[in-house]
């Protein structure tokens, strides 16, 4: 009979699950007209630019590709870089309590993000009461690996000291949960702190209140 292995750990993503992010919470501070936010949002500054900055490469080169695209929007591009921090919401409501309930249980913890190498450590920085809790995290830029590529779900296990099925993930994307499923984790599509939390507990990592 194969028995599972016990689960020893609980990785998570930070952007929406931990932290809520958007850049919108950015760009509706610089323009005013909704319109005008919608179509920069769209057109211009997109989740596709970004993603290019958690795959590894500089703002520098593609703050300059984009304002040569279009340079009159030259100064909202550049300040995507120095005030990357306020597309950064707040804390996903209860996710901070059960990582503090977590920590406290010892279960160790580490997270896995997609997140510019370069934006990571002032982000990190804003909140140490509740990354120091994490014993690593594995950000794609500095890897130059972003989820869900498999690459990316290995590398964080062999760091991690994790073996298959050891580790829980949860994740927003419904595509990185699915990765991180074939990769070996017992995967969690996030929608909320009560259900992740109701999830711990039928796992035996949380009692239940």
Avoid: C
Avoid at 94 to 101: C, N, P, T, Y
Avoid at 139 to 144: A, L, T
């Amino acid at each position: 009979m194969n028995v599972p292995n016990p689960i020893k750990a609980v990785v998570f993503d930070v952007g929406n699950v931990l932290y809520h992010w958007d850049p919108r919470f950015l760009y509706e501070r610089l323009i005013d007209d909704d319109q005008a936010l919608a179509a920069f949002l769209r057109d211009v500054v997109t989740h596709e630019w970004h993603f290019q900055h958690d795959a590894g490469r500089a703002f520098a080169e593609t703050s300059a590709e984009l304002i040569a695209l279009y340079p009159e929007h030259e100064s909202l591009i550049a300040a995507w870089g120095p005030r990357f921090n306020e597309s950064i919401g707040g804390p996903v409501p209860g996710m901070a309590e059960i990582v503090r309930e977590l920590d406290s249980a010892g279960v160790p913890l580490y997270a896995i993000t997609n997140f510019s190498g370069e934006f990571w450590p002032p982000f990190r920085a804003t909140a140490p009461e509740l990354f120091d809790r994490f014993r690593d995290v594995v950000v794609s830029g500095d890897e130059k690996l972003v989820k869900p590529d498999p690459a990316i779900y290995a590398l964080a296990l062999r760091r991690f000291g994790l073996g298959a099925r050891e580790a829980v993930f949860v994740d927003d994307n419904a595509a990185n949960v699915a990765a991180a499923d074939v990769a070996g984790f017992r995967a969690v599509h996030f929608s909320d702190a009560a259900a992740f939390r109701a999830e711990l507990v039928r796992l035996g990592l949380l009692a239940s209140a």
